[in-house]
């Protein structure tokens, strides 16, 4: 069923990122999701940052997630479960040895359906783990669990607590401000600790291909698309020890906005997509995601 919203938008005059004029459109696109409108992709000539204008006004952005339904919200089944769980396990296994070890202090920011801050529970038992979103009540995911706090932003900034790593999960895209978002980061994170973020990589073969139907643009919910240059050069005052290409599910809904069916990137179509997806993007030296881990300096 299409689900219709109405937002206000506004127009940005200059880069949201250093304020240069200078900026030119690289792509046309749409909310394929909710139908809100028409949005660019525009970049700037000068920190070369890309970013969706016109914006949703910021009263209007929760429109956006109100339901816990967009995509970042993925329904549970069985198999996508274990699927998810297995690939995160392996994410944390490839993580630089002691990111993840001993009886650290994790946050998981912006926490979405809680399903990564339990499977980081499951990682290792000693974690103390404390995650956080918008929302004032904690997902249903981590009702209950014992070993997960979950706190509201507001409340989390009233905790003066700092953390030893910080996951920041497909959140920089949807920020209004990512730059005033790392630092907040910065802030909540101890000397010497570890803040790890994922990105779409705006570079794709794939955005290439599919064009404004590219999920990863996800308009207009995705206010900056990221490559490799404009995500290290915010991490700048950080020890950036790597930003490696990574993976996910893109195809089964860029298809469905291709051909306006609901098409699941988790679902039959999509994943059976997904090693080719991950094929040429090798052969292109491109990738859907960018991993960046960073050390507090
Ligand atoms: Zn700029």
Known sequence: ?????????EKIAACPICGSGRVSISLKGFDYETYTGSYNIEECKDCHIKFTNPRPIVNDLPKLYEDRKSADFLRSFLLIDKLRSFSIQRFFAALPSGILSGNKFVLDFGCGDGFFSKELADFNPSLEIVATDFHDDRPQRIIGHIRI?????????????KYDVIFCRHVLEHSLAPADTIRLLNQLLKKNGHLVIEVPNANSIWGKVFGRYYFAFYLPRHLFHFDMVTLGSLLRFFDVKTIAKGNTPLMGRSLGYMMHLPIENTGIVGLSLYPLQIALDKLAGSSSTLLAIARKK
């Open 1 to 9: 069923m299409v689900r219709m919203i109405t937002i206000k938008t």
């Open 149 to 161: 706090k979950y706190h509201s932003h507001s409340i989390l900034m009233e905790e003066h607590r």
